[in-house]
């Protein structure tokens, strides 16, 4: 999307700090990052490391994130910390995404509660299946709780082979199941994709020309797409 022209903002909420890895962001340069945002003891600018891509920033993941969880037990309105640390975010960017643990703890529940929608990706693999139905009550719960007008923006197909008949099954379910709400494009398995982030890097930087790259450029036209509708509507 930054690729695009687009002004994109990565909030990494996962302690594993994959997504500030991926973008080549320093463990030195982590010493400001979500744990503050959420703590309140940094605002969003001063949390923002720019990255290799113009127009992308993202807010790291650090250590401290880990213990998050427990601390934030005992403030009030816990589920809204993340909500009110961006709520001033302004025209700064365009998009924000907002990358989640794999557990559905208080941190995935900040996240839905800041959230407009929810992008999943989902590995075509069977015991995903199961993974995402107890994503979806989760999110039923959140829109009915907190976050009334929160939705699905779409479900993403990773890691794809299409030489795999389960990967073509699991697809086939999904699509039945969600309909429209599957994103066309699906992200095919690719050793450019595992490699890039080793190197610090977006796969559209690693090797423009994979056949990952092109994918998630094509997803990326196709979230624009989705939401250009969705403001029209």
């Not at 996962?14 to 945002?37: F, M, V």
């Not at 427990?70 to 640390?85: S, V």
């Not at 559209?204 to 029209?232: C, N, P, T």
Request: net charge negative.
């Amino acid at each position: 999307m930054a690729a695009i022209k687009k002004r994109v903002l990565v909030i990494d909420l996962d302690p594993q700090g994959n997504a500030s890895t991926s973008l080549g962001i320093d463990q030195k340069n982590r010493e400001i990052g979500t744990y503050n945002l959420l703590m309140g003891d940094a605002v969003l600018s001063e949390a923002v490391v720019p990255t290799s891509v113009p127009g992308l920033g993202v807010v790291p993941s650090g250590v401290e994130l880990a213990g998050a969880e427990l601390e934030l037990i005992d403030i009030e309105n816990r589920q809204e910390c993340l909500k009110k640390a961006i709520a001033d975010v302004g025209t700064d960017w365009d998009f924000i995404l907002i990358d989640c643990p794999p557990s559905l703890g208080l941190l995935t529940l900040n996240a839905l509660v800041a959230a407009d929608a929810v992008m999943v990706p989902l590995q075509a693999e069977f015991l995903a299946l199961e993974g995402i139905s107890h994503l979806v009550r989760t999110i039923e719960r959140v829109k009915k709780s907190f976050n009334p007008t929160l939705e699905i923006q779409g479900i993403v197909l990773t890691m794809v082979d299409k030489r795999n008949n389960l990967s073509e099954m699991v697809e086939s379910d999904v699509r039945e199941y969600f309909g429209g709400k599957v994103y066309t494009t699906t992200i095919p398995r690719n050793v450019r994709i595992s490699e890039a982030p080793s190197h610090g890097k977006p796969v559209l930087l690693y090797d423009f020309q994979s056949k990952g790259a092109r994918a998630y450029l094509d997803l990326a036209g196709e979230v624009l797409k989705r939401e250009q509708g969705a403001a029209a509507a």
